[in-house]
């Protein structure tokens, strides 16, 4: 199966034409859209499982499969035998040899909520004539997002590895099978009576492995991998199985679908549970989910969708890429009583969790000019929903990344919510291309105050060096007023463009002497509001000094190396005369860091600055809580903390000020120096480091514990 350019660009607009539509209620538009539906379906399927390069997010292909099944649900006439949704999808290529599965390995239904979940235990409750009877135990474990291998083991030995396929015959890849590592090669079946079983698995690859794949990709010029499971299921099929070793594939087992003893005779009716299978798999050395950790036996299906829901928070700290969890019915001869449809179990059903990638199309950049004179690209995206939130704008970095990655204005793009946070596009979808996209040019000059740009060297930033450009005074003072700096109360970005437009502020140091009466006067300013300003910019003034050296937005200086800083000087002033080999020799700072301050305050603009404030009331005198606590003083003396995700108990500037008063010491990154990781809710990257170094991790309860 091909397709020329011109059709794939064709299908990808009708797919993107029908997410729009939803299903028409009028029968004649309904069969037009069920052709449509076919259609892209068919060509998705190919990209996905064949190439394994998707044009569409899983969310956007389940979407389409969705109005599928609810125009065929409609008008159950309209269904032919060859709909998607009366067969499993196929990865069979002419590459490999292909085998017949045992058993069937076929697709799982979808559900999105609790409403889903419910619903899904009342049709297990009717077809098995339970009504409102007793409660039904679930397994809840990961859904992988990887390949599907199918493990044939005759005798205790591994004799066959395959893929999926098209859920009864599957592409023959056994040499790359016994090239993962966490696939026993001999597993002592034998011990439970079984002498032919066949195993479901995924294989897949730990994120922090697939983002060194996508870099190499790169740097040799290949095409990227969009995610995870592509970098895994094209591993499973290269010719060289020292291919698959290098790039680390990994592979649960989840499922026992065949299992018979010498005579041929089924020994699954030995076992209880689909639980008792898992951890038979476990004591024989696979790789499965860990009970309670990864994978849950819940009681009903309300405590199915509280496990659910936990993992859905957590997700981005799990080592692996998952899209949701897999919920199966434990009891197995209740699972034989239901039975399977012709596209998947009705025992079991995969919970999806809210989408973090998308197509769009690249409509245009623009240009942000930063504090420190970083010229940002900026993609305006045709909007999209992304995990709950409207993305219309993306950070493209640096130069370097538009280059390497090859966007255009016009391409269609694959956009991506980086912990379910921060927005980036993944990839170009080059293959969608029809000739009028246009390469991004990098401006030469600001384009703010048309000053021409210098790139420093070993940088990846173009920077405007023009200290009068008006777009770095902005961000400065907006800076300088933020909360984390001098936290002046109320003060916000809308506030400091009004004043900078009426001529009230132009540097730093006409915050402390805006004119209140004038400003009492503007639309939207009333008596109240203007004093409540006031008291806050007064408030600032008794600052602890590491605010103000945080608020100079010196680059590289964050707050915890102010601290350090306004820790080691009397007065702000004193910085001036230290030496960048003095600077450097201050515990936790850097070179890099230590030549921005050096660099800082050798220029006479800060020192004037600093007077200036210092004049107008402004502190500049070391605190003396801001004294490092005398060794061996503290609960927490000669301890290292770090806090990320967010926390319920207390704000970060609470906890870290708790550790500091307790003689403990604020690291700003994770490293073997620190002795312990507090991880609050969606706590993302640096919990998944500090697991890999076996650095103790701590909830909030445990770290206010260690205070008593």
Known sequence: MLYNSA????????????????????????????????????????????????V???????????????????????????????????????????????????SLENSYNQDDLADFDKRIRKLLNLGDGPELPYCVEPKFDGGTIVLLYENDKLVRGATRGN?????????????????????????????????????????????????????????LFANPRNAAT??????????????????????????????????????????DLIRMLE????????????????????????????????????????????????????????????HHPRWAIAYKFAAKQATTKLLNVEYQVGRTGAVTPVAKLDPIELAGVTISSVSLHNADLIR????????????????????????????????NETPIVFPTHCP????????????????????????????RLKHFVSKDAMDIDGFGSAYIDKFYQEGLLKNIADIYRLDFDKIEKFEGFGKRSVEKLKKAIEASKQN???????????????????????????????????????????????????????????????????????????????????????????????KTFLFTGTLTEMTRDEAEGMVEEHGGKILSGVSKNLNYLVAGEKAGSKLEKAQKLGIPVLTEAEFLEMLI
């Open 234 to 275: 094209g591993g499973l099929r290269v010719k060289d199985p020292k291919q698959v070793k290098e790039r680390a594939l990994d592979a649960f087992v989840y499922q026992v679908g065949y299992a018979v003893d010498a005579d041929g005779n089924s020994v699954l009716t030995k076992f209880e549970t689909h639980n």
């Open 283 to 342: 004591v024989l050395g696979f790789k499965v989910p860990k009970l309670e950790e990864e994978m849950a036996v819940c009681p009903n299906i309300g405590k199915v969708a509280d496990f659910c829901a936990n993992w859905q928070d957590s997700r981005d700290s799990y080592s692996y890429e998952i899209d949701g969890m897999v919920v199966k019915l434990n009891n197995l001869a209740l699972q034989d009583k239901l039975g399977y449809t012709s």
């Open 448 to 475: 703010v105050c048309e000053s021409e740009l210098e790139r420093p060297e070993g940088e990846a930033v173009w920077r405007c060096v023009s200290p009068a450009c008006e777009a770095q005074i902005l961000e």
């Open 7 to 54: 059709q794939q660009k064709a299908l990808f607009e009708q797919s993107k034409n029908l997410l729009q539509e939803g299903v028409s209620d009028n029968k004649t538009k309904a069969e037009q859209q069920l052709e449509q539906l076919c259609e892209a379906i068919i060509y998705h399927e190919w990209r996905y499982y064949v190439l394994d390069q998707p």
């Open 404 to 435: 390497d990655k090859d966007i255009r204005i016009g391409d269609t793009v694959l956009v991506e919510r980086a912990g379910d946070v921060i927005p980036y596009i993944v990839k170009a979808m080059e293959e969608l291309r029809d000739g």
């Open 167 to 223: 859920g009864v015959m599957g592409d023959e890849i056994t040499a790359n099978i016994k090239a993962i590592n966490s696939i026993p090669l001999h597993a002592a079946f034998s011990k439970y009576g079984i002498a032919k079983v066949e195993l479901r698995g995924e294989a897949l690859i730990r994120k922090d492995l697939f983002e060194k794949v996508n870099s190499q990709r790169l740097k040799n010029g290949e095409q």
């Open 544 to 638: 602890p000094i590491y605010r103000l050296i945080y608020a100079l937005g010196i680059r590289y200086v964050g707050e915890t190396n102010s601290k350090i800083f306004a820790a080691a000087v009397e007065n702000v002033k004193d910085l001036k005369n230290w030496s960048l080999e003095q600077l450097m020799m201050l515990r936790e700072i850097g070179p890099k860091v230590a030549q921005a301050l050096f660099d800082t305050f050798a220029l006479p603009d800060t020192l004037e600055l600093i007077l200036e404030l210092e004049a107008l009331g402004v502190n500049t005198n070391r605190l003396d809580s801001e004294l490092p606590k005398a060794e061996g003083s503290g609960v927490l003396s000669g």
């Open 56 to 106: 569409l997010s899983d969310y956007e292909y389940d979407c389409l499969f969705q109005m599928l099944k609810d125009i065929e649900s409609a008008y159950p006439d309209l269904i032919s035998a060859d709909s998607p949704t009366q067969r499993v999808s196929t990865d069979l290529t002419e590459d490999f040899p292909t085998v017949e599965h045992l058993t069937p390995t076929l």
